[in-house]
């Protein structure tokens, strides 16, 4: 009697509370004089750099990491709406990047930061620890695989058939090489979570870094033997 074969793909998804906000910002300063230029571009780089440092504890946090460039100078001559070459332009930056594990200290953090003249808060990005990503990833995939089993078994028994036996797992599309050879199990998918502000009645800002959920999501493809 020939085998019957059942090849289904098995998903999971889970929402984890983002535990890490990954900042960068940059000052930019420019002006007519290189030497003004520069040196309003140090002082804004010092109070920033102020800023982290002071909340900065790789253990305890708030700031469990950051780095920054060194002030970059540079020069050009722009030209305006008629073609006319214009007086020389100096230009001075740094960019900052820091990661934060307290998020109420980091919203305090982005309005101080945005505050300081010459200095603006660019990208935010939401993540996990590496020790939830870690259990997360486990999580979905044992998942994503229980729910290929629960596929296959339904297959089964609607034809006739009793249990399911897996002969071959792998992640999604590998299951089409002829040689069934299996991959090294269904990948993980990590969805980021954005920032969000809010706004008082009187239209000013108040900025509420409140993350959403990040999302953990596996795919597995599997064959079975039906029986």
């Known amino acids: 009697m020939t085998d019957t074969i059942i090849t289904v793909q098995g998903e999971y998804s889970a929402w984890y509370p983002a535990e890490r906000?990954?900042?960068?910002a940059s000052v930019h300063a420019d002006g007519p004089?290189?030497?003004a230029v520069f040196a309003r571009a140090v002082?804004?780089?010092d109070a920033l750099r102020g800023l982290i440092e002071g909340v900065h504890d790789k253990e305890k946090g708030p700031v469990t990491w950051w780095s920054s460039d060194s002030v970059r100078v540079w020069s050009e001559r722009p030209w305006n709406n008629d073609g006319k070459q214009l007086?020389?332009?100096y230009h001075a930056a740094v960019d900052f990047t820091a990661k934060f594990k307290d998020f109420e200290a980091f919203s305090r953090w982005v309005e101080a930061a945005a505050a300081i003249d010459a200095v603006t808060v660019g990208s935010i990005s939401w993540d996990l620890t590496d020790a939830t990503r870690t259990s997360a990833t486990v999580e979905v995939r044992s998942r994503a695989v229980k729910d290929a089993v629960a596929k296959a078994s339904v297959y089964a028994q609607s034809i006739g058939l009793g249990s399911v036996k897996?002969?071959?797992l792998?992640?999604?599309g590998m299951l089409g090489d002829p040689s069934g050879g299996t991959g090294g199990g269904p990948q993980p998918v990590f969805a980021r979570a954005a920032m969000k502000a809010q706004y008082d009645s009187s239209g000013g800002a108040?900025?509420?870094l409140?993350?959403?959920e990040i999302a953990v999501a596996s795919v597995v493809d599997a064959r079975f033997i039906a029986t």
């Open 33 to 35: 004089k290189r030497d």
């Open 21 to 24: 906000a990954t900042v960068s």
């Open 87 to 89: 007086p020389l332009v």
């Open 43 to 45: 002082e804004a780089s």
């Open 206 to 208: 108040q900025l509420a």
């Open 166 to 168: 897996a002969i071959a």
């Open 170 to 172: 792998a992640d999604p």
């Open 210 to 212: 409140k993350p959403e």
